[in-house]
């Protein structure tokens, strides 16, 4: 054996023992590979600034939530979690970990946010407290989403695009705070912004989110707009509505949410950011999907796709204004079941509990039953 390959196993095993004393010093749990292999990689490279890891709590008993001050993914739809669930011996609660990144990521985590935990289906607002560091999300995908959002906004600019020219000041303010966050946060994502360029236009062309101004007027309404990855809604038929005309579709919504989420718009203060996960399954890949149709994911689990919005609200401190954030992921469902053997059950039990008004609405009529064949081999 050469000196040289010698030296470079050496390496490789002075870096994995790196990793692991990381892990248990941070309290990774066992068996999650995928993270081992991210620590071993960082270790490799010399070690120099490490992800941080959001780890989570969930309380076991009566399904109520250990709060124990730390971020938590909220629960929305089949309620919140991750895929990186495991349990964590001595504490009976299972840890979640969502990794974030402060400098540019070498590695590829397609969903890092699986809103499932397999119990029954729940709607509710599952708003979060969100430290603002991390309000904003970039991957791996950043340069793709916003080249995407350049050629969206080139040739469909009045679907992406709606604005009420009262809310240019808002939008303005919305741009400054964004360019100040990614000086701050960011600084290798930053980008020209075109001083012609409206400014909620401008602001969506620096990250991967969409972006929603809405204004307290008569009531709260939504004032301006920058949404390139819709999914399956039109976005010039919301503008000017309030809460309860945006969400107007949505079964279970007036009798549920109606009033807490406005609620919760009043009482929102300048320094404090929330955020929520939504999801829902689909035939498609596509981040674009402006259209209000609403069918059955066509084909079988091969054929679809776990889509996940992370959303984010905060106040603007001069214009009073709610900035709503949209971030959207999505990958195969059939490698998510793959990767994790709790997803595919997770999945069905969310898709069977939900209320025959939310599965029409969502277009998931008879997936339940679909996706129980496909787990099955069948």
């Given at each position: 054996?050469?000196?040289?390959?010698?030296?470079?196993?050496?390496?490789?095993?002075?870096?994995?023992?790196?990793?692991?004393?990381?892990?248990?010093?941070?309290?990774?749990?066992?068996?999650?590979?995928?993270?081992?292999?991210?620590?071993?990689c960082?270790?490799?490279?010399?070690?120099?600034?490490?992800?941080?890891?959001?780890?989570?709590?969930?309380?076991?008993?009566?399904?109520?939530?250990?709060?124990?001050?730390?971020?938590?993914?909220?629960?929305?739809?089949?309620?919140?979690?991750?895929?990186?669930?495991?349990?964590?011996?001595?504490?009976?609660?299972?840890?979640?970990?969502?990794?974030?990144?402060?400098?540019?990521?070498?590695?590829a985590?397609?969903?890092?946010?699986?809103?499932?935990?397999?119990?029954?289906?729940?709607?509710?607002?599952?708003?979060?407290?969100?430290?603002?560091?991390?309000?904003?999300?970039f991957?791996?995908?950043?340069?793709?989403?916003?080249?995407?959002?350049d050629?969206?906004?080139?040739?469909?600019?009045?679907?992406?695009?709606?604005?009420?020219?009262?809310?240019?000041?808002?939008?303005?303010?919305?741009?400054d705070?964004?360019?100040?966050?990614?000086?701050?946060?960011?600084?290798?994502?930053?980008?020209?912004?075109?001083?012609?360029?409206?400014?909620?236009?401008?602001?969506?062309?620096?990250?991967?989110?969409?972006?929603?101004?809405?204004?307290?007027?008569?009531a709260?309404?939504?004032?301006?707009?920058?949404?390139?990855?819709?999914?399956?809604?039109?976005?010039?038929?919301?503008?000017?509505?309030?809460?309860?005309?945006?969400?107007?579709?949505v079964?279970?919504?007036?009798?549920?949410?109606?009033?807490?989420?406005n609620?919760?718009?009043?009482?929102l203060?300048?320094?404090?950011?929330?955020?929520?996960?939504?999801?829902?399954?689909l035939?498609?890949?596509?981040?674009?999907?402006?259209?209000?149709?609403?069918?059955?994911?066509?084909?079988?689990?091969?054929?679809?796709?776990?889509?996940?919005?992370?959303?984010?609200?905060?106040?603007?401190?001069?214009?009073?204004?709610?900035?709503?954030?949209?971030?959207?992921?999505?990958?195969?469902?059939?490698?998510?079941v793959?990767?994790?053997?709790?997803?595919?059950?997770?999945?069905?039990?969310?898709?069977?509990?939900?209320?025959?008004?939310?599965?029409?609405?969502?277009?998931?009529?008879?997936?339940?039953?679909?996706?129980?064949?496909?787990?099955?081999?069948?």
């Open positions: 054996m050469s000196s040289s390959i010698a030296a470079s196993r050496i390496a490789v095993s002075l870096a994995t023992a790196r990793a692991l004393r990381v892990r248990l010093v941070l309290g990774i749990p066992q068996g999650n590979e995928e993270t081992l292999k991210i620590f071993a960082w270790a490799r490279s010399g070690g120099g600034q490490a992800p941080e890891w959001v780890v989570e709590r969930w309380a076991r008993v009566g399904g109520n939530d250990n709060n124990d001050g730390a971020e938590r993914a909220p629960r929305c739809g089949a309620t919140g979690g991750s895929r990186y669930r495991h349990r964590r011996a001595g504490d009976g609660g299972a840890a979640l970990l969502v990794p974030h990144w402060s400098t540019p990521r070498r590695f985590v397609s969903m890092p946010y699986a809103p499932l935990d397999g119990r029954d289906w729940r709607f509710t607002m599952g708003l979060r407290p969100l430290d603002e560091s991390r309000w904003l999300e991957d791996d995908r950043a340069h793709d989403e916003r080249a995407l959002k050629s969206l906004l080139a040739a469909h600019y009045d679907e992406v695009v709606a604005v009420d020219e009262r809310a240019d000041a808002a939008s303005r303010e919305l741009l705070v964004i360019v100040a966050h990614l000086a701050l946060y960011f600084p290798h994502q930053r980008r020209e912004v075109d001083p012609h360029e409206h400014p909620i236009v401008a602001a969506s062309r620096l990250v991967q989110e969409d972006l929603c101004v809405l204004e307290r007027r008569d709260w309404r939504l004032s301006a707009a920058c949404v390139c990855f819709p999914s399956r809604w039109r976005l010039a038929s919301k503008l000017g509505a309030t809460l309860d005309g945006i969400h107007a579709p079964p279970l919504y007036d009798e549920l949410l109606a009033a807490p989420t609620a919760f718009f009043d009482r203060r300048v320094g404090r950011a929330f955020w929520r996960l939504n999801w829902t399954l035939d498609s890949p596509a981040l674009h999907q402006p259209t209000s149709e609403r069918r059955a994911p066509s084909g079988s689990l091969h054929d679809w796709f776990f889509r996940v919005e992370r959303q984010t609200l905060r106040r603007l401190p001069d214009s009073g204004a709610a900035v709503f954030t949209i971030r959207t992921y999505v990958d195969s469902a059939a490698a998510l793959a990767r994790d053997e709790t997803f595919g059950p997770s999945l069905w039990r969310a898709l069977h509990t939900a209320p025959s008004s939310v599965q029409e609405y969502k277009g998931w009529v008879g997936v339940a039953e679909r996706l129980s064949r496909a787990l099955k081999g069948e």
